[in-house]
């Protein structure tokens, strides 16, 4: 007999779904959902999102069926990066809100049972911080010069960078700064934009400070930390060149003077101690881009992070064979450390995965063509319930539930991502990702705010909203609402280390986790598989007949062998 079976399994209610426990361990298996406060939703009606926003609609996000928020910088900033350059750790920015908006929320969130990770950014702080205007203004020899990294210039009148470093949004490292007797003076290290001087991790001072702001956001009752460039605190003695003019080609593939250095693992063994003492297994993740995921693996070693972000399989290409050597590359390297994998398709900083699977392979993180829409959401969804599949946490960026492609017409005037304006970086398209997400059909910026939104967003950006894909079978949002939902229900989906591959034709991905399979076909054809079971959900249509089973290209399925 031949059965159609249709996309979208029912989805489960959320009180079902909700797990009653708050597991200690809660965090080897979470899906973690990043909130861009300034596009999520705003409460305000001034175009920007924030904190209250986030708050009013956690109901949402609970009946997604996440376990945790993260939510990107809300601090006090003059926005030169987004929020990523601080000025005072331990405020809101008036444009988010304020402390008692921040309390309410991780409040709320926690009476739903979500847990709120908040974003710290300790490589570098805002211009603006008190500590770097009290150095500027204080001049040469000031103590709180040693704060930062401020050296005097080579060539003869100091003209020059005291290094070869680049910014990762292109340009010089170094900015020269004019004293206050207004004469040409020393140089500042920022590895970002010049607004964003790095701290000396070497100086006592700023461990102090950031394990006194760690205190700071524990007491208020953060549930953990997002570390901003956990890779790069701690540079190499003496700011040593690195003697190669292409710092873009050896960036993620080598370790470099200024980041990877492995006395960054010292700062986290003493925040792990902080972390401790708190009740309620609060975590830290990782942002580490390293070369490898035996380097990223240094990171969550027992006494340091419990979480690291997987840069390598975001970056990996809608290709069968890719993706399985990433899975057991990272499986292999978390194994002896104990930390469980974490897997990511999209986030604050990357084209969103609907559009770089839109486009050609082996293109990078950053796509500046829409592509072939409709490929790239098949192979969107599918490459969601692969990651779903896997053992480990999953992070999910806000607006991917609805399948959103980047936004990648955006008029130059509009932009504010710093790293455009920098030219050469190796980011400068992540305004396309950061456009606010639509949350009703149609009315003012489709439901984000009562008065336009920050960035606009494209037309038909309506029919992607909440608002129409709620309810609607085979949409991308009930989708990941069914298989949020089947991790809850299903003990093997993310537990454990390991997957048992089983044979698949070439181009697809087939493998066992206790009672659950799960078979991706990336290749661009439809091919036949084994029904392995219970038909539990797939990503496009799927017909089963006689015990095998048709997936389409670009198609992933879920089946359990229980009844
Ligand atoms: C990584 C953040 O994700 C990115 O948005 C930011 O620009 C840099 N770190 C600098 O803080």
Aim: charged residues 25%.
């Amino acid at each position: 007999m031949t059965q159609q079976h249709s996309v979208i399994a029912p989805a489960q209610t959320p009180a079902k779904a909700q797990r009653s426990d708050r597991r200690g361990d809660w965090w080897r298996d979470a899906v973690i959902y990043q909130v861009y406060p300034r596009s999520f939703a705003d409460s305000n009606g001034d175009g920007m999102g924030d904190l209250e926003g986030v708050r009013a609609r956690l109901p949402y996000l609970r009946d997604l069926g996440i376990d945790a928020v993260w939510l990107s910088p809300f601090y006090a900033s003059p926005q030169a990066d987004a929020g990523y350059d601080v000025a005072d750790y331990r405020a809101v920015d008036p444009m988010f809100g304020n402390l008692l908006d921040a309390d309410a929320l991780i409040r709320d969130a926690h009476g739903l049972g979500l847990r709120i990770i908040v974003d710290l950014v300790p490589n570098h702080s805002s211009d603006q911080h008190e500590w770097f205007k009290r150095a500027l203004g204080e001049g040469p020899g000031s103590p709180l010069r040693e704060r930062y990294h401020f050296r005097p210039g080579k060539g003869e009148h100091g003209e020059l960078p005291p290094n070869d470093w680049e910014s990762i949004f292109g340009g010089p490292a170094w900015t020269r700064v004019t004293e206050p007797d207004g004469s040409a003076g020393e140089w500042y290290l920022h590895l970002f934009a010049p607004e964003q001087p790095d701290f000396n991790w070497e100086h006592p001072a700023v461990g102090d400070e950031f394990r006194s702001i760690l205190r700071f956001w524990l007491d208020i009752g953060v549930d953990g930390f997002r570390i901003d460039v956990a890779h790069g605190l701690v540079k190499a003695e003496g700011l040593p060149d690195l003697g190669s003019h292409d710092q873009l080609k050896l960036l993620g593939n080598d370790v470099m003077p200024f980041f990877d250095q492995d006395g960054v693992h010292d700062v986290y063994r003493q925040w792990r101690t902080v972390l401790d003492e708190y009740a309620g297994e609060r975590i830290f993740v990782a942002e580490a881009w390293t070369p490898t995921v035996e380097r990223t693996a240094n990171y969550v070693r027992p006494d340091e992070l419990h979480q690291a972000f997987n840069f390598q399989y975001l970056s990996t290409d809608w290709d069968a064979e890719e993706l399985r050597t990433v899975v057991d590359r990272t499986l292999e390297a978390m194994r002896p450390v104990g930390a469980p994998a974490t897997w990511v398709l999209s986030n604050h900083d990357v084209t969103r995965h609907a559009t770089r699977f839109a486009n050609p392979p082996g293109l990078g993180t950053q796509i500046r063509t829409a592509g072939d829409r409709e490929l790239g959401l098949r192979r969107a969804r599918a490459a969601t319930l692969l990651m779903l599949a896997l053992p480990g946490s999953a992070y999910v960026y806000q607006g991917e539930e609805l399948g959103l492609p980047d936004v990648v017409d955006l008029p130059d005037e509009v932009r504010q991502d710093p790293a455009y304006f920098r030219g050469a970086g190796q980011d400068g398209f992540r305004d396309g990702c950061r456009v606010p997400i639509p949350w009703t059909r149609d009315g003012s910026s489709y439901g984000f705010g009562s008065a336009g939104s920050w960035l606009p967003q494209p037309d038909g950006w309506g029919e992607l909203s909440i608002e129409a894909q709620t309810g609607t079978p085979g949409s991308t949002l009930e989708l990941y609402r069914s298989a949020l939902a089947a991790r809850r229900t299903q003990p093997d989906l993310g537990a454990g280390d390991s997957v048992e591959w089983l044979r698949a034709p070439e181009g697809v991905l087939a493998f066992r986790r206790g009672e659950f399979v799960c078979v991706a076909n990336t290749s661009g054809e439809s091919v036949t598989t084994s029904a392995y079971g219970r038909l539990l959900l797939a990503s496009g249509e799927v017909t089963e007949a006689d015990g095998e089973a048709k997936l389409p290209a670009d198609t992933t399925v879920w089946w359990t062998t229980t009844p």
